[in-house]
């Protein structure tokens, strides 16, 4: 399989690393506004061909599949084209900055036909299928994430620093954890979120000027309560990531560290289970299923999922800047 990569910063290196242990896929194709930036990363690739223009490297290379890597107010301008041609995406997450750019790639996707994969990996974790089984259809009355690690692309990405670009910590760190409780306890109602910075991450002289805390309260729409605590700190080390989920008669706690974990209680019974595949390979592994024969139906998470999480996130950023509770339509 000819992969090909519209977008050639951090995260786009993170999934070279992934498909270079895989034996039936190449990158064929780098692209990247920046030249430089492109040909680093098409010779990290073992040799690629690299582009700063996508319709010159759609129009040149015979791909089989495009990962879709560039910043998220991006995202519609480099899906689109790439729809178009009829080729399957693995888009990163958030989905957009936008409601009406999150709208247009389901549209277009929807036109299109082809498989597409949004990048929100927890949905590839194979524990969670055994958290949804011990709810056995009953909606959690109360679901609780704690995020506190550093940020990925740390300091490094000027489009990072910006929130109006990247949404900051709140859409490139706390809808992983929205996208989950999500996947966990399904659409939701409303939100009230708060934030600050200057305090964790960002104390520091000439840090960007960017919240470092966020905390989101959800009501799902089937009557629970959904809670996310993030803090962005590079002073915790290890990192820790975790979903407490509970239910009338289940209490688990999902450790989301590697392939991930639940330990807790169930109907009375004690849950202890290990996670054999890492999210982030998974993730991906089951795109490049879908594209060769599985359908849209084998990726853990598509546009219209992350179409729900965008619509969350905008929300809670809505609710930031008023104080109020805001009411979620489509999530």
């Given amino acids: 399989?000819?992969?090909?990569?519209?977008?050639?910063?951090?995260?786009?290196?993170?999934?070279?690393?992934?498909?270079?242990?895989?034996?039936?896929?190449?990158?064929?194709?780098?692209?990247?506004?920046?030249?430089?930036?492109?040909?680093?990363?098409?010779?990290?690739?073992?040799?690629?061909?690299?582009?700063?223009?996508?319709?010159?490297?759609?129009?040149?290379?015979?791909?089989?599949?495009?990962?879709v890597c560039t910043p998220p107010g991006a995202h519609l301008a480099a899906a689109k084209p790439v729809f178009e041609r009829g080729l399957p995406v693995y888009l990163e997450k958030?989905?957009?900055?936008?409601?009406?750019?999150?709208?247009?790639?389901?549209?277009?996707?929807?036109?299109?036909?082809?498989?597409?994969?949004?990048?929100?990996?927890?949905?590839?974790l194979d524990v969670l299928d055994r958290v949804r089984a011990e709810l056995g259809g009953?909606?959690?009355?109360?679901?609780?994430s704690r995020g506190i690690g550093p940020a990925q692309r740390?300091?490094?990405?000027?489009?990072?620093?910006?929130?109006?670009?990247?949404g900051g910590v709140l859409f490139e760190l706390a809808s992983h954890d929205v996208d989950l409780q999500r996947a966990v306890a399904g659409p939701v109602a409303e939100v009230q979120a708060?934030?600050?910075?200057?305090?964790?991450?960002?104390?520091?002289a000439g840090a960007p000027d960017l919240d470092d805390t966020v905390a989101v309260v959800m009501r799902f729409a089937g009557g629970g309560i959904g809670i996310v605590a993030l803090g962005w700190t590079?002073?915790?080390?290890?990192?820790?990531?975790?979903?407490?989920v509970m239910a009338a008669d289940v209490a688990l706690r999902l450790d989301l560290a590697g392939?991930?974990?639940?330990?807790?209680?169930?109907?009375?019974?004690?849950?202890?289970v290990a996670g054999a595949?890492?999210?982030?390979?998974?993730?991906?592994?089951?795109?490049?299923?879908?594209?060769?024969?599985?359908?849209?139906?084998?990726?853990?998470?598509?546009?219209?999922?992350?179409?729900?999480?965008?619509?969350v996130a905008l929300a809670a950023e809505r609710s930031v800047a008023t104080g109020e509770r805001i009411a979620v339509t489509g999530g």
Avoid: K
């Fill in 1 to 67: 399989m000819r992969v090909g990569f519209i977008g050639a910063g951090a995260i786009a290196r993170s999934h070279l690393g992934i498909l270079a242990d895989l034996p039936d896929v190449s990158v064929a194709a780098v692209c990247d506004l920046s030249s430089a930036v492109a040909g680093e990363t098409a010779a990290a690739a073992g040799g690629a061909a690299a582009y700063a223009d996508v319709g010159e490297m759609l129009a040149a290379e015979r791909l089989d599949a495009v990962f």
């Fill in 94 to 124: 958030p989905l957009a900055r936008t409601a009406a750019d999150g709208e247009a790639i389901v549209d277009a996707w929807r036109e299109s036909g082809v498989v597409c994969a949004v990048g929100y990996q927890w949905r590839s």
């Fill in 138 to 144: 009953d909606p959690p009355g109360l679901v609780v």
């Fill in 154 to 166: 740390g300091r490094t990405s000027s489009w990072f620093e910006d929130a109006r670009a990247s």
């Fill in 194 to 204: 708060s934030a600050a910075g200057g305090l964790l991450a960002t104390a520091a």
């Fill in 234 to 244: 590079d002073a915790q080390d290890p990192p820790v990531y975790s979903l407490d």
């Fill in 259 to 272: 392939a991930g974990s639940i330990h807790g209680r169930s109907r009375g019974t004690d849950v202890d």
């Fill in 277 to 311: 595949a890492n999210p982030r390979r998974a993730s991906i592994a089951r795109f490049l299923a879908a594209v060769s024969g599985g359908g849209q139906s084998a990726v853990a998470c598509s546009p219209q999922d992350a179409l729900g999480t965008l619509h």
